[in-house]
């Protein structure tokens, strides 16, 4: 069973900075000395969307619109950030994943640890019209990011996911089933590393009449990366 929804294509831009920024995951799945100061270039995040030599000034506007300080718009990213590189080291511990897939730095990977990281998000922000990222900040269709089509569909596709998600309870191995959709980047079994392609492979039959539903919650995340 894969999630067959489409995916944005990957711009020369976007590939260059998802290199950079999974060779840092590798370093951190390896337990090698690093910073996460490079890892804000997530594929969901402003940096990589709008231009990074615009960042600053985005982060600024964004803290402005949300009337808090830039340096918690910096600490959301950041946290996002080791959210992500956490769940990747997680993901090779429970062989999922390869490291060696890792260094391959897959597209399907590139879209599906980000979506994957996002499922929690939705999963921690309980009321509807809200978000609530790692780092405890709140953004609600009132104060959010406004002025740029791309915050509107990324808002649009989080609200999508969140409530594709209120609407079904999962099992802990459900879950595990949604969370392999998302890891798999929207990719085909046979192009994915055996561990994940296994929990892929049986997810159909163990989802059942749940299947449908989480791929409503699958494909606006995937959507997002």
């Excluded at 959301?76 to 260094?103: C, F, K, P």
């Excluded at 929690?120 to 309980?126: A, F, G, L, N």
């Excluded at 099992?171 to 892929?200: F, N, V, Y």
């Amino acid at each position: 069973c894969t999630c067959t929804s489409e995916t944005r294509p990957i711009t020369p831009m976007a590939l260059e900075e998802s290199v950079q920024t999974f060779a840092e995951l590798f370093s951190y799945m390896t337990e090698q000395s690093g910073t996460v100061d490079r890892c804000r270039k997530l594929s969901l995040l402003p940096p990589l969307t709008i231009g990074l030599s615009n960042w600053d000034f985005a982060a600024q506007e964004i803290a402005r619109q949300l009337g808090i300080g830039a340096n918690q718009v910096e600490e959301a990213w950041n946290s996002l950030a080791r959210q992500m590189i956490r769940l990747g080291r997680e993901a090779i511990e429970d062989g999922w994943i390869t490291r060696d897939w890792v260094l391959e730095i897959p597209v399907e990977l590139c879209i599906g640890l980000p979506a994957r990281t996002i499922l929690d998000t939705v999963e921690r922000s309980r009321k509807s019209g809200e978000i609530v990222l790692s780092s405890g900040l709140k953004l609600s269709m009132e104060d959010r990011p406004r002025g740029n089509e791309i915050f509107d569909e990324i808002w649009d596709n989080l609200m999508a996911a969140r409530e594709a998600r209120a609407r079904i309870t999962l099992s802990d191995g459900e879950r595990e089933c949604l969370c392999a959709m998302l890891l798999a980047g929207g990719g085909d079994a046979d192009q994915l590393p055996p561990g994940l392609s296994a929990i892929l492979g049986r997810s159909e039959a163990y989802l059942g009449s749940k299947h449908a539903a989480c791929q409503e919650v699958a494909r606006p995340l995937i959507s997002i990366s």
